[in-house]
């Protein structure tokens, strides 16, 4: 494993998730949200999802914007020490 090559706390994961642009307002995200989540509780989208390896999870729209802003300050300083670039 990860953990067994020395490389302690190592957590990756991939996740999806549906962005608004900056600015939208409260009740408009707060609608979609509240969509989203219902159909990620139905038999047939959890099946969809479970078919691809992975899990639902729903969230709210504040536990989303924590996750990916935890996401992007773990993974930025990594991504400039690789010296990618969009193209």
Do not use: C, H
């Amino acid at each position: 494993t990860v953990a067994e090559s020395g490389y302690q706390g190592f957590d990756v994961s991939t996740w999806y998730g549906v962005l608004a642009p900056a600015g939208t307002p409260a009740p408009i995200v707060k609608t979609l949200n509240a969509e989203i989540n219902r159909l990620l509780a139905t038999p047939e989208m959890k099946a969809a999802i479970q078919a691809q390896g992975a899990e639902p999870q729903a969230m709210t729209s504040e536990q989303f914007s924590a996750l990916v802003k935890k996401e992007y300050g773990e993974w930025k300083g990594i991504v400039e020490a690789s010296g990618a670039r969009i193209e």
